[in-house]
């Protein structure tokens, strides 16, 4: 049949693309729904013009250590990566700060938000440190479940106390993956 053909040929890779400032509006549209989804875990009050801020996000477009992507997913919009680079070029290489991250909601569970980290991991290779709320459950088994899955290894993490909330930390080096066990990262980064 025709259309099952067509679906046989679909393309359902996710696309990660570095964010331009003309798509600075389109980040603030999808931060609106990221920080709603947040507001279930931690206390977000909306403006009184019916609004979440999100003060940093022109940094994204005038600062040289903020990095914004953009997902997309048989070519919709899934999603949205901002990531902070957190130190310049040493003899130990860049290191990344996962700031945001938000696959939307329809896509979720689709390993979408898994190979979106994947694409964001070998595009940036480097030191990562990511924080997670821990009343963020399903976000750290994420974290959890992707890191382990990228670098073959059980992914640990630490937790710290920040303004009377608790945060778990997971580091990891994007760029020590053994070719031998992990053919993952070199078929990633011929594709990136
Ligand atoms: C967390 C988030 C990015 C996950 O995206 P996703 O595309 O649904 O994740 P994936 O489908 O790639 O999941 C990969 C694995 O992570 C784990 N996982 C993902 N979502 C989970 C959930 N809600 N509960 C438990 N485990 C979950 C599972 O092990 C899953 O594998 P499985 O589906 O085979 O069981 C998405 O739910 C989201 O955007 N949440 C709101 C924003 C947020 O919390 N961002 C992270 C900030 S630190």
Not at 28 to 42: G, K, R, T
Not at 43 to 58: A, F, M, Q, T, V
Not at 126 to 136: K, Y
Not at 151 to 167: H, L, P, Q, V
């Amino acid at each position: 049949m025709a259309t099952g053909f067509k679906l046989g040929c679909m393309s359902s890779e996710v696309d990660l693309i570095q964010a331009d400032a003309q798509q600075q509006s389109v980040m603030e549209n999808l931060l609106q729904l990221y920080i709603h989804d947040f507001s279930e875990l931690a206390p977000c009050d909306i403006g009184n013009e019916g609004r979440y801020s999100y003060k940093d996000l022109p940094f994204y477009w005038s600062d040289a250590s903020r990095l914004p992507f953009l997902a997309r997913f048989d070519e919709k919009l899934a999603g949205f990566v901002l990531v902070t680079k957190i130190s310049e070029q040493s003899a130990d290489g860049e290191a990344y700060d996962m700031t945001e991250f938000f696959v939307l909601r329809r896509y979720r569970r689709r390993g979408i938000g898994r190979e979106l980290a994947e694409k964001v991991w070998l595009r940036l290779p480097g030191r990562w440190q990511i924080r997670v709320m821990a009343t963020n459950v399903a976000a750290h088994r994420f974290w959890a479940s992707s890191i382990a899955r990228f670098t073959g290894r059980a992914a640990e993490s630490t937790s710290f106390e920040r303004n009377g909330a608790i945060w778990h930390l997971f580091s990891f080096d994007s760029r020590r993956q053994d070719p031998e066990t992990h053919p993952l990262w070199f078929r990633g980064r011929e594709s990136t």
